[in-house]
């Protein structure tokens, strides 16, 4: 199926994985990534609508910004936090589409479907990534990571930048 079926989050969550046989796993790597320390900016990606995202597309934005922004700041100049989780399990009842599935397949009769993949319902104006640098020339390589990043999510994503003087959470 493709991704754009799961994008709306319409119904009741469905996040008990303990009476499931065969769950899917969750493909995030890692949840933060860089050198912890005291950064000037912290630069957020913000989701302007509600919508469900898939834990595939969360990894893979995550690998695009980090890999884009370790380029021009190095291993230990940027702190990255991804600050969603995919607690919810999406199912899919797939049909059969070849000779003789009419006697095989039920159709939508008695539906559930298999568990399929994991994706986390966030709602409008949540934050769904940060990176956090020091300097005016690491904030434009971190918007610029952020902005090629954003093309892997659903929906449209904004960028924000605030001035932060704290050590990195």
């Not at 302007?48 to 910004?65: C, F, G, P």
């Not at 009769?109 to 005016?136: F, H, P, T």
């Not at 952020?146 to 932060?164: F, S, Y």
Request: hydrophobic share 30%.
């Amino acid at each position: 199926m493709h991704g754009s079926n799961y994008r709306e989050g319409n119904g009741q969550v469905f996040t008990r994985k303990e009476y499931i046989k065969g769950k899917p796993q969750n493909k995030i790597a890692k949840f933060q990534g860089g050198k912890r320390d005291t950064y000037q900016y912290c630069v957020q990606l913000l989701v302007n609508e509600k919508i469900q995202i898939r834990h595939m597309a969360i990894e893979s934005t995550r690998l695009a910004a980090n890999k884009t922004l370790e380029k021009t700041t190095g291993e230990s100049g940027y702190y990255s936090r991804l600050r969603i989780y995919p607690h919810n399990l999406l199912r899919e009842n797939k049909q059969i589409a070849t000779a003789g599935a009419d006697r095989v397949s039920q159709g939508m009769r008695r539906s559930w479907g298999k568990a399929v993949s994991l994706g986390a319902r966030v709602k409008k104006g949540q934050c769904i990534m940060e990176l956090y640098v020091n300097g005016d020339v690491h904030k434009e390589a971190a918007k610029k990571a952020l902005h090629g990043a954003c093309v892997k999510l659903p929906g449209t994503p904004r960028i924000k930048v605030n001035q932060w003087d704290k050590p990195s959470p």
